[in-house]
């Protein structure tokens, strides 16, 4: 398992608790913040990256 070190929330999450955590590396982690101990979902970075790329062109 990866450490909570590597994990961090967006900048727009603020405080809130009912967020989403990320871990950027070759593979990106993906996790709720309510339920840590439930494990992540994996995706290529790759992929990571394309998706934010097309979140922010529709932001």
């Given at each position: 398992?990866?450490?909570?070190?590597?994990?961090?929330?967006?900048?727009?999450?603020?405080?809130?608790?009912?967020?989403?955590?990320?871990?950027?590396?070759?593979?990106?982690?993906?996790?709720?913040?309510q339920?840590?101990?439930?494990?992540?979902?994996?995706?290529?970075?790759?992929?990571?990256?394309?998706?934010?790329?097309?979140?922010?062109?529709?932001?």
């Amino acid at each position: 398992m990866y450490s909570s070190q590597r994990f961090h929330k967006s900048s727009y999450s603020a405080n809130e608790s009912a967020c989403v955590e990320v871990a950027e590396g070759s593979e990106t982690l993906l996790r709720d913040t309510q339920h840590r101990e439930a494990g992540h979902l994996s995706f290529p970075a790759s992929e990571w990256a394309t998706l934010l790329g097309a979140a922010r062109r529709e932001a």
